[in-house]
Nanobody
Framework: QVQLQESGPGLLKPSQTLFLSCSIS??????????WVWIRQPPGKGLEYIGT???????YFSSSFKGRTSISRVTAKNQVTLQLNSVTPEDTAVYFC???????????????????????WGQGTQVTVSS
């Protein structure tokens, strides 16, 4: 059974860089035709799709996050990472990594994702941006 676990700092100041890691167990980041995604949920709001890393190493972002976001993989550690630059209080959210068999790609400003869109979910990690 695939399990995901996010890790990273819980508190940041505005303008700092957020760096999160997602460790994958029970499966490989290179699993054929897989997608590994980052999603967040701001307080009182719905799920916001950030971006995807595929098994082939292709990376895609929602246009809302493109430009200040990076996603990468650390194959040796079976991890996918997220970097979000120049954070503001509006980046306060619970950040999730998730995955599924089959590609998920969305380039729009807003991507309609729900719990059923992905097979595997991490428990989420709270990130708060405050001065």
């Amino acid at each position: 059974q695939v399990q995901l676990q996010e890790s990273g700092p819980g508190l940041l100041k505005p303008s700092q860089t957020l760096f999160l890691s997602c460790s994958i167990s029970g499966g490989s980041i290179g699993m054929k035709d897989s997608s590994w995604v980052w999603i967040r949920q701001p307080p009182g709001k719905g799920l916001e799709y950030i971006g995807t890393l595929t098994d082939r190493g292709d990376i895609y972002f929602s246009s809302s996050f493109k430009g200040r976001t990076s996603i990468s993989r650390v194959t040796a550690k079976n991890q996918v990472t997220l970097q979000l630059n120049s954070v503001t209080p509006e980046d306060t959210a619970v950040y999730f990594c998730a995955g599924r068999k089959g590609y998920y790609i969305c380039l729009a400003d807003v991507c309609d994702v729900g719990k059923s869109t992905f097979e595997w979910w991490g428990q989420g990690t709270q990130v708060t941006v405050s001065s």
